[in-house]
């Protein structure tokens, strides 16, 4: 099941980034230390106690140039849309506003869950402020501190008993999930409506069980798949159309229910900056991941273009060296059929196991052409490495001591990894932890 989705909303300036980097915490996503992409922090993963979630803050939604009552209002609806649970943020310096007055007439539309904060509440004395925003008519509201932390534990509890009833899972274990993703326009439509074709065998459109997602069930040479489709889920109007941070919220939801995720990008176009944030949310999720270039038909080429796309691909999607290419026209289905197999490949891929004795087997080969590191005369030595988890495949490797671990040879033993077994078009991880 995916994780609950909660929205941070208020009009500016009340502390909606800082409650939103409070709550986060300290956490730094693992794109962001690989070269080739940049990341924003509107959306994030964040726990409380034994809850986890994702967090929006809809204070980084830039709606351009439009006045202001109109950014606070765009900015709500997509946190109504996008979420689970609202935390409707206010300033309890400045007391009610006409504009929290606006903002609260939007909240009463939706049917979600919202709980009241009143932010700079620094000191107990100052408790009698919030009193006031009872008039907002959101209950019981809490009072916090941004600045300090104050109060986030009461809220976050609050939060948290908001949150959806878990469902069973959805399909058999058989079945293969997998999504498109990318940017408005590259054709991830267009390639869905491909793949069903006159090939199909079962289709049904069927409501998902997350919001308004719409699942399309599928069956070829008895293989079961579903497919969760993105972009049925886009709404009309300048507020979508107009932020593209939009469609990575889109994606983030099909991205978590997915077992394979393909990141299609415009052969057309070439390759920007939302495509490459829009990627490093699916290797952060642990999915398995393909890219496929569609519009190649457009292309003007010779014999040298694919080489030359794959190898600019590859420069700028570092954090992707596992992932397949394929290239496709979803128009003219050139290449098309050589999706699913690719599909079928790097779910088994995602959800292999290897057995501790060749991985270790693995690890020492791995030591003896590499001597692992020193520092200051310690040096690290591998002492046993197992497998933990699959989807993606996880291994813990004991160490006498994590902190002699430099990234470079974590990258090392990574890379050996995957030669020895074949971890095509998924990621992979490595615990290091002492050996007690």
């Keep these: 099941m995916p994780k609950p989705v909660v929205a941070i909303v208020g009009r500016p300036n009340v502390g909606k980034s800082t409650i939103f980097n409070r709550i986060v915490g300290e956490r730094v996503s693992i794109v962001e230390d690989i070269p080739g992409v940049t990341r924003d922090r509107i959306y994030s993963a964040a726990d409380w106690l034994t809850h986890e979630f994702n967090i929006i803050d809809t204070g980084g939604i830039d709606i351009g140039d439009e006045p202001y009552l109109d950014q606070i209002r765009a900015q709500a ?24 007055e606006q903002v609260a007439k939007m909240l009463y539309k939706t049917k979600k869950p919202v709980v009241l904060a009143i932010n700079k509440i620094d000191n107990p004395d100052m408790r009698p402020m919030i009193y006031d925003f009872y008039s907002l008519g959101f209950g019981e509201p809490f009072p916090i501190s941004g600045s300090h932390g104050l109060g986030l534990g009461d809220l976050l509890d609050a939060v948290a008993k908001s949150f959806p009833e878990e469902d069973e899972e959805e399909y058999p274990e058989n079945v293969i999930k997998f999504s498109l993703i990318g940017r408005p326009n590259v054709g991830k439509s267009s390639l869905v409506n491909s793949f069903l074709g006159d090939d199909r065998v079962i289709v049904s459109d069927v409501a998902g069980t997350t919001r308004d997602a719409i699942d399309t069930q599928y069956e070829y040479e008895d293989q079961p798949y579903v497919i969760i489709d993105t972009a049925g889920m886009r709404k009309k109007g300048k507020v979508y159309e107009s932020t593209e941070k939009y469609s990575v919220l889109r994606a983030l939801k099909a991205i978590e229910r997915s077992d394979v995720v393909l990141v299609v990008l415009n052969g057309e176009e070439g390759i920007q900056e939302q495509d490459k944030k829009i990627a490093g949310y699916a290797h952060e999720a642990g999915k398995a991941i393909i890219i496929v270039v569609n519009k190649w038909d457009k292309v003007v ?72 590191p020193s520092d200051k005369g310690r040096r690290l030595r591998i002492y046993y490495a197992t497998q933990v988890a699959i989807k993606p495949p996880t291994f813990v490797v004991f160490v006498n001591e994590p902190e002699i671990m430099h990234f470079s040879y974590e990258r090392f033993l990574e890379n050996r990894i995957r030669e020895a077994f074949d971890f095509e078009g998924t990621p992979i991880r490595l615990i290091i932890r002492a050996r007690t």
């Design 77 to 100: 609806e997509i946190a109504i849309q996008e979420s689970d649970v609202i935390i409707f943020l206010t300033n309890g310096r400045e007391g009610v506003t006409a504009a929290d």
């Design 301 to 372: 080429k010779d014999e040298k273009t694919m080489n030359k796309t794959t190898k600019l691909i590859r420069d700028h999607f570092l954090f992707l060296d596992y992932a397949p290419i394929i290239f496709v026209s979803a128009v003219t289905k050139q290449r098309v059929h050589s999706v699913l197999p690719v599909i079928n490949r790097v779910s088994e891929n995602h959800a292999m196991r290897v057995t501790s004795s060749i991985l270790n087997e693995v690890i020492e080969d791995a030591v003896a052409r590499n001597p692992a």
